[in-house]
């Protein structure tokens, strides 16, 4: 069943793998109703994130997106709640003219040293499709009903 979902999407990108990713899966959604698409550590020996500390982890992929789609990378909620792992730069924008490895910026909000291992999965890949807008200068934006009501402004 997903397999036939996959084929027939109508969205296509390129993708690289470089030699330290070699063996690795390619990015992989696990279910039909999936969003994100996982991400692996491309590692040769395992690494440690010292508590409260943060490491680049390279994923020894790169992608070549269509002009209007963007990825973002996003912490794994697992690896979060579990383990204290996650994104620091959340979500980590990958635009449609970079064309070069993608590396996930990892950071452990946890007080105990944790190991990452070649193949584990990192992060999350979500592919989007965005608009681009022109800005156009005014003294005087449109009356809506919440107006500049900000933080907390419905309550708590």
Not at 123 to 134: L, P
């Amino acid at each position: 069943m997903l397999r036939r979902i996959l084929e027939h999407s109508k969205l296509k990108a390129k993708i690289k793998v470089f030699s330290h990713g070699e063996g690795l899966p390619l990015p992989a959604i696990v279910s039909a109703g999936s969003a994100g698409y996982d991400i692996y550590a491309a590692i040769d020996e395992d690494v440690n994130i010292s508590a409260w500390n943060r490491l680049i982890v390279p994923t020894g992929i790169s992608i070549s997106l269509p002009t209007g789609y963007e990825a973002q990378i996003r912490p794994r909620s697992g690896l979060a709640f579990k383990n204290g792992i996650t994104i620091i730069n959340t979500p980590g924008t990958i635009d449609s003219d970079f064309t070069g490895e993608i590396k996930v910026c990892l950071i452990n909000l946890s007080d105990s040293d944790y190991k990452i291992t070649r193949g584990m999965r990192i992060a999350q890949m979500v592919v989007s499709k965005y608009e681009s807008i022109e800005w156009i200068q005014t003294d005087k934006l449109e009356l809506t009903d919440r107006g500049e009501g900000g933080f907390g402004h419905t309550g708590t």
